[in-house]
């Protein structure tokens, strides 16, 4: 028995027809798996490999190429937390700012929190430079985050 669900098989062969090769399919059924499961275990790249005809290896290479992905013991937490820290949001207090989170949520960037609830990390740009510093919670765009903003949002997220 495999570690996939059926449904989720059946929604990465959903994507087949819509690409001219199957090889195409590796990163939405990465994504699919990554949302699904918050983590991308050696297994479920065995059946997406399965699914697409593709040796396992192709599938973790994809995986490996983007950071976006966890893999088998690096599972995330319920939010996912960036922190930009591009050229416009490190002008504006980025590192200070990531710094800040650190502490606040008791990790260093790249961590989950003990209770499960929020994994922070970094990315290099999120495209809110009008915004800066920003954040990404999940896939939702936190502008001009000031240390008291980003308080807030941590405790909402704790909730």
Known sequence: MGVLSEEIKNRIRAYLPRYPRKQAVTLPALHLVHDEYRTVSNEAIVEIAEILELHPSEVHDTMTFYEFFKHDGDQLGKTRLWVCRGLACM???????????????????GERTADGKITLEFAECIGACDGAPACLKNDEHVMNVTNDKADQLIEALKR
Not at 91 to 109: F, I, N, Q, T, W
């Open 91 to 109: 002008l504006r207090g980025a590192y200070e700012l990531l710094d800040h989170c650190e502490a606040k949520l008791g990790v260093k960037c």
